[in-house]
């Protein structure tokens, strides 16, 4: 009889269709039951632990990232005063007014909480960094920001409070350039600013005065001439070594100066055409395809260079291949263009749509005066500034 009961204890039984746990079943279940809530209790908090740890690592990594992004803002903020102006104490008040607008964390950064130091960035190859050096010859500003203040982690590790304080830095430096500088020396270039081209002889120019010679005291070509040479002047002040080549049109282009760091050779041309003015039709199309062939002189141009093309014109297109197509043309090999038109006769629509096909920008000049200060504006506003 005991043996049968013994049996049937061991076994399932089935009543009205369900399922019942013999009493061995039953003791298994509940020790397993008992072991998973012992473990549970001993892993919770390893498990809290990890997660806290996980979310102060996020957490850590959220205020460097913020950091570096009011440091990158505040860097190329100080980095594009000091390129356009020169100044060191508005670039400075440029990268507070970034950093002051830009907080981590909430928390609002001040001049005070970083390090700014000017100098000098250069590299010579292409897929080198550039590497920064203090220097009195300055063309780039380093930013190193810190924290505002020492910032608690969200959880504390082991009981214990733990606090960072994260530390960042940038540098904006301006870039290396290759520039082509294409002017127009056709006839009209030989009259002054004021008065019309036409047949015949400039206003200013001496009796017996025809193309070929000295170009006349008050022709554009001269104003042009006294506009390039104030860009050289600024390039010359560049801490960088930024090469220049000169191409000027007629009827024809000519590429009268390879790229070169020696801006001697490139006044002494333009000054070896105002001695003997040929004059001509106006070929821009010509004109913007010679220089950008010297932007792209293997032996001369440089890989890691930004290139830049200035095109400038006092009248109308009127012999050769069209100016915005040759623009697109030389566009197409990432080639900035910029555009300076000179004079009433100027066909000012035209040459606005060459630069916007080169993705830069236009300048048109009434007088000598306007025309410098567009060549300088156009120094200003290369495309010179990285942050690395």
């Known amino acids: 009889m005991l043996a049968n009961i013994d049996a049937n204890s061991a076994c399932n039984e089935s009543q009205g269709g369900r399922f019942t746990l013999n009493i061995v079943d039953k003791a298994r279940l509940r020790n397993r039951?008992?072991?998973?809530?012992?473990?549970?209790?001993?892993?919770?908090?390893?498990?809290?632990?990890?997660?806290?740890?996980?979310?102060?690592?996020?957490?850590?990594?959220?205020?460097?990232?913020?950091?570096?992004?009011?440091?990158?803002?505040?860097?190329?903020?100080?980095?594009?005063?000091?390129?356009?102006?020169?100044?060191?104490?508005?670039?400075?008040?440029?990268?507070?007014?970034?950093?002051?607008?830009?907080?981590?964390?909430?928390?609002?950064?001040?001049?005070?909480?970083?390090?700014?130091?000017?100098?000098?960035?250069?590299?010579?190859?292409?897929?080198?960094?550039?590497?920064?050096?203090?220097?009195?010859?300055?063309?780039?500003?380093?930013?190193?920001?810190?924290?505002?203040?020492?910032?608690?982690?969200?959880?504390?590790?082991?009981?214990?409070?733990?606090?960072?304080?994260?530390?960042?830095?940038?540098?904006?430096?301006?870039?290396?350039?290759?520039?082509?500088?294409?002017?127009?020396?056709?006839?009209?270039?030989?009259?002054?600013?004021?008065?019309?081209?036409?047949?015949?002889?400039?206003?200013?120019?001496?009796?017996?005065?025809?193309?070929?010679?000295?170009?006349?005291?008050?022709?554009?070509?001269?104003?042009?001439?006294?506009?390039?040479n104030g860009f050289l002047d600024i390039m010359e002040d560049s801490s960088h070594d930024e090469r220049v080549s000169l191409s000027t049109y007629s009827d024809k282009s000519k590429a009268d100066v390879k790229l070169t760091g020696d801006y001697t050779e490139i006044r002494a041309a333009m000054n070896a055409h105002s001695t003997k003015f040929k004059g001509g039709a106006t070929n821009i199309g010509s004109g913007i395809l010679e220089g950008g062939a010297t932007l792209g002189d293997k032996k001369l141009a440089r890989s890691w260079a930004s290139r830049v093309l200035i095109v400038m014109s006092d009248g109308i297109h009127n012999t050769g291949i069209e100016p915005i197509p040759a623009a697109q043309q030389v566009a197409n090999e990432k080639i900035m263009i910029f555009t300076v038109t000179f004079s009433d006769e100027a066909n000012v629509q035209e040459m606005e749509k060459v630069a916007v096909s080169g993705g830069g920008q236009h300048f048109h000049a009434k007088d000598s005066q306007q025309l410098t200060e567009a060549f300088r504006k156009i120094a200003k506003s290369l495309p010179t500034l990285i942050t690395f």
């Open 33 to 228: 039951s008992g072991t998973t809530v012992v473990m549970l209790v001993i892993l919770l908090p390893v498990m809290l632990a990890v997660a806290a740890y996980c979310i102060n690592v996020v957490y850590m990594e959220m205020a460097r990232t913020e950091l570096q992004i009011s440091t990158d803002l505040a860097t190329r903020a100080a980095g594009r005063v000091l390129a356009v102006t020169g100044d060191k104490a508005e670039a400075i008040e440029a990268a507070e007014r970034l950093l002051e607008a830009n907080p981590y964390l909430d928390r609002t950064l001040s001049i005070g909480d970083a390090d700014i130091i000017f100098g000098k960035s250069n590299r010579t190859e292409k897929n080198k960094r550039y590497e920064f050096t203090p220097d009195k010859k300055v063309n780039s500003v380093s930013l190193r920001a810190f924290g505002a203040d020492d910032v608690p982690m969200l959880f504390p590790t082991m009981g214990v409070p733990i606090e960072f304080r994260p530390i960042k830095q940038a540098v904006a430096t301006q870039v290396e350039l290759d520039i082509a500088i294409v002017l127009d020396r056709s006839g009209s270039m030989a009259f002054s600013h004021d008065e019309v081209a036409k047949n015949g002889s400039p206003s200013s120019a001496p009796p017996g005065w025809k193309m070929g010679h000295a170009v006349p005291k008050d022709a554009r070509w001269l104003d042009t001439v006294a506009a390039v």
